[in-house]
């Protein structure tokens, strides 16, 4: 079977012009490289707000590689923030989906860049609704050593009747390789 330079750069353009319009937000983490995890725990997290933490939260397992541990806010104003630094290209964001929760904003220095809905509905027991936001490499602008990344509750939600219920489990931060 003979192929023609023409039928090659068909396919190529084709197949070129579907990876341009699959979101870079939903890409694959195949190619990627976790180049550090920020936990709820991590001494250098700076909380804003009225936030619990809790323990004995599930085993140290691949579901929750942080020990067993979250931090939760209902208050309105509510935020977790640290140092996102350089290097980093993506990151993939644990927290879960549950009845009592709303949404969430992340920014990345003064840039609002993801408005999250973790809002479910499970009302206890909720292992099955671990809810992941997946930025993927090279979707994200280069930053400087000293920007910081913000995950900010919102105020209210009329699905959940009030201030809703903000949990931080951990952040992974990535690159592409």
Known sequence: MKFSLATCFTALAATASFAAAVPTQLASRANTVTTSRVANSDPAVTYTGDW???????????????????????????????????????????????ADR????????????????????????????DYEIIFAEGSL?????????????????SRVGGT???????????LDV
């Open 141 to 157: 602008k280069p930053q400087d050593e000293n920007t910081r990344m913000r995950i900010v509750n919102r105020e209210y939600d």
């Open 102 to 129: 709303g949404f969430f904003d992340i920014y990345l220095g003064d840039e609002l860049i993801y408005v999250g809905d973790a809002h479910g509905e499970c009302t206890s027991d909720c292992s099955e609704a």
């Open 52 to 98: 619990t933490r809790l323990a004995n939260q599930g085993p140290a397992n691949g579901i929750d590689p942080v020990g067993g541990t979250l931090a939760y806010t209902h208050d309105g104003n509510g935020e977790v923030s640290f140092l996102f630094g350089t290097g980093s290209s993506g990151f993939l964001l644990r927290t879960g989906k549950k």
């Open 164 to 174: 809703p219920y903000l949990a931080f489990n951990y952040l992974d931060r990535y």
